[in-house]
């Protein structure tokens, strides 16, 4: 299993930027696939972005295509969401998670490893 440390949460006002980080630990993280996933206050979790192992391959929800990009380097066992033009919506909490393969990317189930979240707050 992988251990996941989010971390480059914040407060930044609407249009404004943030990069998140996803540090992990263990020797498989280059095996598996890793996704990004936000959670609002009294909302369900929601899948915003995805990378395949290999990086070849990004998905992402509608709501922030254009402005969100998923990368990862796999030398320094890190996936990235940089975050641009940021809205009020945005604002929830951001889960990086892995998946060892499966039949999608977009869903939670497949995942199964999750970090422990880091706050963003875009402020109107």
């Known amino acids: 299993q992988v251990q996941l440390a989010e971390s480059g949460g914040g407060l930044v006002q609407a249009g404004g930027s943030l990069r998140l980080s996803c540090q992990a630990s263990g020797r498989t993280f280059r095996l598996h696939d890793h996704g990004w996933f936000r959670q609002a206050p009294g909302k369900e979790r929601e899948f915003v972005a995805a990378?395949?192992?290999?990086?070849?391959?990004?998905y992402y929800a509608d709501s922030v295509k254009g402005r969100f990009t998923i990368s990862r380097d796999n030398a320094k066992n890190t996936v990235y969401l940089q975050m641009s033009n940021l809205k009020p919506e945005d604002t929830a909490a951001y889960y990086c998670?892995?998946?060892?393969?499966?039949?999608?990317?977009?869903?939670?189930?497949?995942?199964?490893?999750w970090g422990q979240g880091t706050q963003v707050t875009v402020s109107s």
């Open positions: 998670a892995a998946s060892p393969g499966g039949d999608t990317y977009t869903e939670a189930r497949v995942y199964t490893s």
């Open positions: 990378i395949t192992w290999s990086g070849g391959l990004t």
